[in-house]
Antibody, heavy 120, light 111 residues
Framework: QITLKESGPTLVKPTQTLTLTCTFS??????????VGWIRQPPGKALEWLAL???????RYSPSLKSRLTITKDTSKNQVVLTMTNMDPVDTATYYC????????????WGQGTLVTVSS | QSVLTQPPSASGTPGQRVTISCSGS????????VYWYQQLPGTAPKLLIY???QRPSGVPDRFSGSKSGTSASLAISGLRSEDEADYYC????????????FGGGTKLTVL
């Protein structure tokens, strides 16, 4: 049974750096083809894909946010970490991590999400 | 502004068949699989259709997906009140910066 759970701050100030951790179970990030990614959803708005890291450390980023994002993995801890720099109130959203079962495919299993508010 | 285009809303009465469209381009839908997700109010998205027309275990066969060229569709037959939700399509995009693209979502109302 694949499960993922996001953790991190619920409130960050403008210009700060956000660090989110995805802790997962039911699969290994050392299995060929497997990836873990991040997607966000501002309140009342659509889903926006952010970043993805594969088993072989191949990393993909949203072109519009690439300069602000870094994704890393700790296979031994079953964790993936996303950092986003220079946070702004428009970055207020629910952030989801998700499992990708194979290369070049959208996610299949999703975490429950964590709401991050950017405000001074 | 989403890369994939969906109608913002759709509606139907119980028992009806409704379809939701998803339009893209040759770099995404035209050359890659389409996925569909259902998002009930206040919950995380749930995979509904994968690889254009495959249903995960537990998804009723009332839900079906299809793809033709650079467009895809989600069909829901025998509409039920519990189908009222937001629906999103997604696909990999092979452009210079290969990444996942989503549609803007369709709010389905069961009248």
């Amino acid at each position: 049974q694949i499960t993922l759970k996001e953790s991190g701050p619920t409130l960050v100030k403008p210009t700060q750096t956000l660090t989110l951790t995805c802790t997962f179970s039911g699969f290994s990030l050392s299995t060929s083809g497997v990836g873990v990614g991040w997607i966000r959803q501002p309140p009342g708005k659509a889903l926006e894909w952010l970043a993805l890291i594969y088993w072989d450390d191949d990393k993909r980023y949203s072109p519009s946010l690439k300069s602000r994002l870094t994704i890393t993995k700790d296979t031994s801890k079953n964790q993936v970490v996303l950092t986003m720099t220079n946070m702004d109130p428009v970055d207020t959203a629910t952030y989801y991590c998700a499992h990708n079962g194979d290369y070049l495919l959208p996610p299949d299993y999703w975490g429950q999400g964590t709401l991050v508010t950017v405000s001074s | 502004q989403s890369v994939l285009t969906q109608p913002p809303s759709a509606s139907g009465t119980p028992g009806q068949r409704v379809t939701i469209s998803c339009s893209g381009s040759s770099s995404n839908i035209g050359s890659n699989y389409v996925y569909w997700y259902q998002q009930l109010p206040g919950t995380a998205p749930k995979l509904l259709i994968y690889r254009n027309n495959q249903r995960p275990s537990g998804v009723p066969d009332r839900f079906s997906g299809s793809k033709s060229g650079t467009s895809a569709s989600l069909a829901i037959s025998g509409l039920r009140s519990e189908d009222e939700a937001d629906y999103y399509c997604a696909a990999w995009d092979d452009s210079l910066s290969a990444y996942v693209v989503f549609g803007g979502g369709t709010k389905l109302t069961v009248l």
